[in-house]
């Protein structure tokens, strides 16, 4: 008996999976079914007679251009679909997520500035969206600190890491509270996965309760350190995790990553590395090789010179005509219009420059350049230029 009913089960648990495949692949299978027809009828006519050629060929035809049409109809009205449900899901959530970016931009940025202020053997923490476990080394870390032991220097760090801040919070905990409202709207607009991401999180009651007492363990200070690093950890999981759920939030998280790594690594060389000895160090020795070095090269050194006084006496306008000689000649992150555009065009250091072989043969290769040249300094700046050279010579 007992192999009677799971053999019933099996069947009733093929079967009820079998229909759900049907039901989802119905159109696709009566696509191709017409299709087959179609092309058969098609196929057909060629050995038949008379009218009948006509009739098959034409139901045939008629049937492969009905289908076309429909599958060309319903993949746009899919996407439009796709379209209207992600504005309708960014419109939802857009609070959320923005908020969970906010915070998790911010944590992330005072754990990495912890760490590196701090000296500690442990590496930088980014991408948690993707791998929350790499934060337990750094929890680890923090659960075997002995606060009372610490500088003053290193408890301010420590209060700075825990200083998120009441306002990013509660806006969290308040969007948190919403979503709940949203549950059977939301349903219709996300993914299993997504939803199931989104309300693991307001489920989490412990979480609310920290964030409603805040004050009882951090309050301008350190009150209660293990509930301290319990609610960092928590309020980064969630945010995480929200992050986790949605994906098209993906890029505006990885770009405030970025923006924080390279904000830190800036205060990294100004802060820490240019005040080490390592850094003066190699400052000395550089300034020592270079002096050897001019010593042996004078002419380096005089070249050194004209240079220095070339730069001092340097005016906006060489400025910009070095940036011009890059966009004509070579490859520049200046627009050739906006540069032209702070020209005089009856300057006879700007004439004189654009005659030079180098910048004539180079404009030979792009109209484009001619003509925004032309556009300011007129068709005839060549013929200008002959001018102020002929008068200069003269003079």
């Not at 476990?133 to 870390?141: H, I, L, P, R, T």
Request: charged share 30%.
């Amino acid at each position: 008996m007992k192999k009677v009913r799971a053999a019933k089960r099996k069947f009733k648990k093929a079967k009820k999976a079998i229909t759900v495949w049907f039901i989802n692949c119905f159109h696709t299978i009566l696509y191709c079914f017409g299709f087959t027809i179609g092309i058969a009828l098609i196929v057909l006519s060629f050995f038949l007679k008379d009218n009948w050629i006509n009739v098959s060929s034409g139901v045939g035809t008629g049937l492969l251009t009905s289908l076309v049409v429909s599958v060309a109809i319903n993949y746009e009205n899919d996407k439009q679909q796709e379209r209207k449900l992600l504005e309708d899901k960014k419109l939802v959530l857009s609070d959320i997520i923005d908020g969970s970016i906010d915070i998790y931009g911010d944590v992330v940025y005072r754990i990495n500035e912890y760490v590196m202020f701090s000296n500690i053997l442990l590496k930088s923490f980014y991408g948690l969206y993707d791998n929350f476990s790499s934060y337990n080394e750094f929890e680890d870390y923090l659960k075997k600190l002995d606060i009372d032991k610490l500088s003053a220097s290193e408890r301010k760090h420590l209060e700075t890491l825990f200083n998120i801040g009441d306002y990013r919070i509660d806006y969290l905990v308040a969007e948190l509270k919403r979503l709940p409202k949203h549950e059977y709207y939301l349903k219709g607009l996300l993914t299993k996965d997504e939803f199931n991401g989104l309300t693991s999180n307001f489920a989490d009651d412990t979480y609310m309760d920290y964030a409603e007492h805040i004050n009882d363990f951090w309050n301008n200070g350190i009150i209660n350190y293990e509930k301290c690093v319990r609610f960092l950890r928590m309020t980064l999981y969630i945010c995480s995790n929200i992050i986790s759920s949605i994906q098209y939030c993906r890029a505006d998280v990885i770009e405030k990553e970025k923006n924080i790594k390279d904000n830190l690594d800036q205060r990294y060389f100004e802060e820490i590395y240019s005040q080490s000895d390592e850094y003066i160090e190699k400052q000395i020795a550089e300034a020592q090789a270079r002096d050897e070095y001019y010593a042996t090269h004078p002419e380096e050194y005089e070249k050194a010179e004209r240079q220095f006084e070339e730069w001092q006496n340097e005016t906006p306008e060489d400025r910009i005509l070095k940036d011009l000689y890059c966009s004509i000649c070579g490859i520049s992150a200046y627009n050739i219009d906006d540069l032209i555009s702070k020209l005089d065009s009856n300057s006879q250091k700007s004439l004189l420059f654009l005659t030079r072989d180098d910048i004539q043969r180079a404009l030979k290769k792009s109209w484009k350049k001619r003509k925004a040249i032309k556009r300011k300094f007129g068709s005839d700046y060549f013929q200008k230029a002959e001018r102020l050279k002929e008068s200069n010579t003269n003079g």
